[in-house]
C-alpha cells in the first residue's frame, strides 16, 4: 500500500472552525498511521499475521488520545431559530462552544453571493433555512442523533451497607433494622432484622414507641381470653406465664377463656386464698346491684380483689383497678373474691399485710 493519503494536509485549511480542524486532524493523522501499519506488515510478507497487525493497531490506538480529545471539542448542543412571525428552527447540532455565528453568517452570505454571481443570476435569495445545511457542510456543526431514552433505577442488587449485620441464616445477606407491628397501648413497637436477600428475620425486641414515654411490659392482658388468668396474675403478683400454665391446667383455652369455678381453682393452685362473701362485707347490696364504680369507691385500699362483671374478670389492687378490657364503671358487679396472695409470690410489704390479716 502506498502510503499517499496525506490526510493531515487535507484537514489543515478547508474553512472549519479550529475545534473541528482539530478534530478531523486527529482522525485523520490516525488513519495515516493505520495505513502506515498495514503497508510495513505487508512488506514483512505477512507472515505473522494478523497478531502483528492487531498489536500494531493496539499500540495506535493507545496514543489516539489527542484525536479523541480534539472531538470532545463538539462538547455544545445548538438548536437555530429564526424569524419573528413565522418561526423556523433546525437541530440539534454539536459543535465547539465558541462559535462565531455573525462571522459564519458573513462567510455563508459572501459564499452565496459568490455562486450568485459565478451564475449570473440578477438576485440572489438568502435563506435563513438553508444556513443550518451549510454550517453542516462547512464542519461547524454536526448534525446529531437524537434519542429518548427511559431510564429506570431498580435497586438490584439491594443496598447492603456493610455495618449491617450478617444474616445467620444465608451468611450472603445484611440486616436491616426493621419496625414490625406497633402496639399503641403499651406504646410499643417490634423490632427486627430482616434479611436483605432471603427475608429471613431475627434480633427481635421491643422499644417504646413515642421515645418520650415509657413502654409498657408486655404483660399478657393482650392475649385473647386471657382476662382470667391475667386478673389472677395480678392479683396474686405473678408472672402472666404462670398464671396461663395454671389456668390450662383447668381447662382455659386461648380466645375462649375458662368459667368462674376453674378460675378460682386455678388461683388456688397457685396458692392463693380466696374468700367469697367480699359484696356483702363491703356493705355492697347485691340485690339493688352493684356497679364497678360503686365496688371501686368501696373496697379497701389494703386488699386484692378478682372482681366479675358480664363475661369477664379484672383485678383490684390496693385500690388500682388493674383491668385490661376498660370496663365501663356503670357495668354491674355480679360478683368478687378477695385474694390473698401465697407469701411467697408477695413483694416483703405486701406478705407481712397478708400474714397480719389472717
Ligand atoms: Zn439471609
Not at 5 to 32: E, F, K, M, Y
Not at 37 to 44: G, I, V, W
Not at 109 to 132: H, I, M, N, P
Not at 150 to 157: F, Y
Amino acid at each position: 500500500m502506498e502510503k499517499e493519503l496525506r490526510a493531515t494536509d487535507i484537514a489543515a485549511d478547508t474553512g472549519n472552525s479550529p475545534a473541528t480542524a482539530a478534530a478531523l486532524a486527529g482522525w485523520h493523522r490516525l488513519l495515516d498511521e493505520v495505513a502506515g501499519a498495514l503497508a510495513s506488515t505487508e512488506a514483512a510478507g505477512g507472515r505473522d499475521e494478523p497478531a502483528r497487525l492487531r498489536s500494531k493497531l493496539e499500540e495506535i490506538l493507545a496514543g489516539s488520545s489527542t484525536a479523541l480529545t480534539a472531538c470532545a471539542g463538539f462538547r455544545a448542543v445548538y438548536m437555530l431559530g429564526w424569524g419573528t412571525y413565522e418561526r423556523g428552527s433546525a437541530g440539534p447540532f454539536a459543535g465547539p462552544p465558541d462559535i462565531d455565528f455573525a462571522a459564519a453568517i458573513a462567510r455563508f452570505r459572501a459564499d452565496r453571493y459568490r455562486q450568485a454571481e459565478k451564475a449570473g443570476e440578477d438576485t440572489c435569495f438568502l435563506s435563513e433555512g438553508e444556513v443550518a445545511g451549510w454550517l453542516a457542510d462547512a464542519g461547524i456543526l454536526a448534525p446529531i442523533e437524537v434519542r429518548g431514552v427511559e431510564i429506570e433505577i431498580d435497586a438490584d442488587p439491594p443496598y447492603e451497607p456493610r455495618h449491617w449485620p450478617e444474616c445467620p441464616s444465608c451468611g450472603e445477606g445484611r440486616g436491616e433494622d426493621r419496625m414490625g407491628q406497633v402496639d399503641h397501648r403499651r406504646n410499643a413497637s417490634a423490632w427486627f432484622r430482616q434479611c436483605t436477600r432471603c427475608g429471613h428475620g431475627w434480633d427481635r425486641r421491643e422499644e417504646a414507641y413515642r421515645a418520650s414515654d415509657p413502654m409498657i411490659p408486655d404483660d399478657g392482658r393482650d392475649i385473647p381470653g386471657s382476662c382470667v388468668p391475667y386478673a389472677i396474675a395480678q392479683a396474686c403478683g405473678l408472672p402472666i406465664d404462670l398464671a396461663i400454665d395454671e389456668c390450662r391446667r383447668h381447662g382455659w383455652r386461648q380466645a375462649r377463656g375458662v368459667d368462674d369455678a376453674a378460675g378460682i381453682s386455678a388461683a388456688l393452685a397457685l396458692g392463693a386464698e380466696v374468700t367469697n362473701g367480699v359484696l356483702e362485707e363491703l356493705g355492697l347490696s347485691r340485690r339493688r346491684g352493684v356497679t364497678l364504680g360503686a365496688f371501686l369507691t368501696a373496697a379497701r385500699p389494703d386488699r386484692r380483689y378478682i372482681v366479675k362483671v358480664k363475661g369477664h374478670w379484672l383485678a383490684v389492687v390496693c385500690g388500682e383497678n388493674r383491668d385490661a378490657g376498660g370496663t365501663r364503671r356503670s357495668a354491674p358487679v355480679l360478683d368478687a373474691w378477695e385474694i390473698r396472695p401465697a407469701a411467697a409470690a408477695c413483694s416483703p410489704a405486701e406478705a407481712q399485710g397478708a400474714s397480719a390479716r389472717r
